[in-house]
């Protein structure tokens, strides 16, 4: 089988181009993981478009049922790769939690989520939002709306309990970041205590994607942050409405990754090559000719075997707009991106984002150096792995040169101030610094003891 397929593609044209014998592959039959959201997109266009079978490979896509399964099922081989919340691959490798060395050479996209909130906790935030001419609220709205209500909540003697999708999620250290902004605390862990509640203004707890709009919908929750369609879904049932997407929060966030166990690079080197080339080439081909394939892109994603929700959900945030409440639809062009802005690039910062995350709610219970945010960052991030596959794909006629970073140093530019919702800039290379800039949050040799922050 593996012949035959090597021998199709070395006489396969595509857009005119003779494409390359396939890499020499050491395994060529892969299994891999995803959730039920939209930003899986490039693992079912690498599938769908036939970029996997290009390379030699025989991969069947598995949905699984939440993020701690996938993550079990990559640690022990029942999975060769999966599409992976970022925080994941890094605090497996810290151990946090289950503790395995992941690695990642490729991010999935940028951008992606939102926070919807109850219908009820709306209409009580509405009044401390400033609206536009139209009448329709300004945007980025501020957790400072959502304060008195969260305090009305409390002297009525219920919890604001939100929702968010698994302790080291964009999700959860986006949820934060919005109510640390808004001046609401939305709690500590410590080794003794991990429910992330230590302190909190703001309860935050674990739901599955997919049942974000029925939880809410049940008032176990009063608001969530999600990846799509689980927004949208609560714009179309009339449950909820979505205050913010992660976009207006910080322009351009790194959010998946495809994941993948150290050994498993280590061992198949030229296998784990060719599927990083098959993930470029599906992100290219979801963000080519501004977003001309997306309409296709959400036909794929709509069916059961992938996100399996309404084609009109997904449509309403993955095609260019979002929407907020009933008929406050809004252009989003870069809702989601897959490959512009050198999206795919996993680059460190993005990864030391993460982890200052973590230690400013006391996951990484200690106080750590600089070069420690680096190094740690670099053995899971692999942009040697990412670049040796982009050469490959500019060699063979499939990919512009001009689009990779071949000389960065694995670091952004710092993100500016006005890019980010609580104005405070962002530089990966002082994760330190950065962390004593935010003023919620543990900082230098602060430490979570009991119910008090110490140091």
């Keep these: 089988m593996k012949k035959l397929v090597m021998a199709l593609a070395a006489t396969t044209a595509l857009g005119g181009q ?64 999966a599409h992976m919340l970022a925080g994941q691959p890094l605090a497996a490798t810290i151990g946090y939690g289950t503790e395995a060395h992941i690695i990642t050479p490729f991010s999935m996209d940028l951008n992606g989520n939102g926070i919807t909130v109850s219908n009820e906790v709306w209409d009580l935030m509405k009044p401390n939002i400033p609206t536009n001419a139209d009448g ?19 002297n009525e003697g219920k919890p604001f309990n939100m929702g968010m999708v698994f ?82 929060l910080w322009k351009n966030n790194p959010e998946k990754v495809f994941g993948i166990n150290a050994d498993f690079a280590e061992q198949y080197p030229n296998t784990t090559k060719a599927v990083t080339k098959a993930l470029i080439r599906a992100a290219m081909w979801l963000d080519e000719n501004d977003n001309a394939n997306r309409p296709e892109a959400v036909e794929i994603l709509s069916r059961p075997e992938y996100v399996g929700a309404d084609y009109e959900v997904i449509a309403a945030s993955m095609t260019g707009t979002f929407e907020y409440e009933k008929g406050d639809k809004r252009e989003v062009p870069d809702f989601n991106v897959f490959f512009r802005y050198n999206a795919t690039y996993p680059f460190y910062s993005d990864a030391i984002w993460y982890l200052t995350q973590m230690r400013r709610w006391g996951q990484i219970a200690e106080p750590k150096s600089d070069e420690w945010y680096h190094e740690t960052a670099a ?38 101030a006005e890019d980010i919702i609580d104005g405070i800039a962002y530089d990966g290379r002082a994760p330190n610094a950065y962390l004593e800039s935010l003023p919620i949050g543990l900082k230098g040799s602060q430490i979570v003891e009991g119910t008090e922050v110490k140091g």
């Design 18 to 81: 003779v494409m390359a014998e396939p890499l020499d592959l050491e395994k060529d039959e892969l299994t891999f993981g995803f959730i039920k959201l939209t930003d899986m997109a490039p693992l079912a266009v690498a599938y769908e478009q036939g970029y996997f079978l290009d390379e030699g490979l025989f991969v069947t896509l598995e949905a699984q049922a939440n993020w701690k399964v996938l993550l079990d099922g990559v640690i022990d081989g029942k999975l060769d790769g």
């Design 136 to 154: 329709l609220p300004q945007h980025p709205i501020s957790a400072e709306a959502l304060a008195p209500v969260v305090e009305q909540y409390n």
């Design 167 to 248: 302790p080291v999620s964009t999700h959860n250290y986006e949820l934060r970041y919005w109510l640390a902004a808004g001046g609401l605390h939305p709690g500590y862990y410590s080794p003794e205590n991990v429910s992330g509640q230590i302190g909190a203004d703001v309860f935050l707890s674990v739901t599955p994607p997919p049942q974000m709009p029925a939880t809410l919908e049940a008032g176990t929750i009063y608001g969530y942050c999600v990846g799509e369609p689980w927004n949208q879904q609560a714009v179309f049932k009339g449950i909820g409405v979505p205050v913010i997407t992660d976009y207006e």
């Design 379 to 416: 053995s899971v991030y692999r942009p040697d792995i990412y670049l040796d596959a982009a050469k490959l794909l500019v060699e063979e006629g499939l990919a512009d040169e001009a689009d990779f970073p071949w000389d960065s140093d694995g670091y952004k530019a710092p993100t500016p």
